[in-house]
């Protein structure tokens, strides 16, 4: 079993999405990302801004899965995890998607999305 804790590496815990069904948390986020997106760097480091102000991220569950080393991300993929893009963020509540963002993603959707305050 996997849980957000281990292996964080700033603010995202990096998961292999063969692990994806293997999350024990009941309450997490999924972050669908690459290395080559410019505007994923973008969400990155919006992320990484808004921790300086809220410092209630680090309390969420944050898995990220870098599609560039993912052997298998393919389209099979994108329609089991119904992954619309790149970036694209998903929020689970019990392994059941409680909301997403995706394309154009702005600071002010971040913190709502994320329930900052």
Same mark, same amino acid.
């Given at each position: ?17 063969? !692990? #994806?069904? !293997? ?19 973008? #969400?990155? +480091? *919006?992320? #990484? /801004? &808004?921790?300086?102000? @809220? /410092?209630?991220? +680090?309390?969420? @569950? ?10 298998? %991300? !393919? *389209?099979?993929?994108?329609?089991? %995890?119904?992954? /619309?893009?790149?970036? %694209?963020?998903? @929020?689970?509540?019990? @392994? ?6 995706? *394309? ?5 959707? &971040?913190? +709502? ?5």
């Amino acid at each position: 079993m996997v849980r957000a804790k281990q292996e964080r590496n700033g603010i995202y815990s990096y998961i292999k999405m063969s !692990n #994806l069904d !293997n999350i024990e948390d009941d309450d997490y986020y999924v972050v669908y990302t690459s290395s080559m997106c410019g505007t994923c760097m973008r #969400l990155k +480091n *919006d992320l #990484l /801004k &808004i921790e300086e102000k @809220h /410092k209630d991220i +680090n309390k969420r @569950h944050i898995y990220a899965v870098d599609v560039d080393t993912e052997e298998k %991300f !393919n *389209d099979e993929y994108m329609k089991r %995890f119904d992954v /619309k893009g790149i970036p %694209f963020v998903v @929020h689970y509540n019990k @392994h059941r998607k409680k909301g997403i963002l995706y *394309d154009n993603i702005q600071k002010d959707e &971040i913190i +709502n999305f994320f329930d900052l305050q």
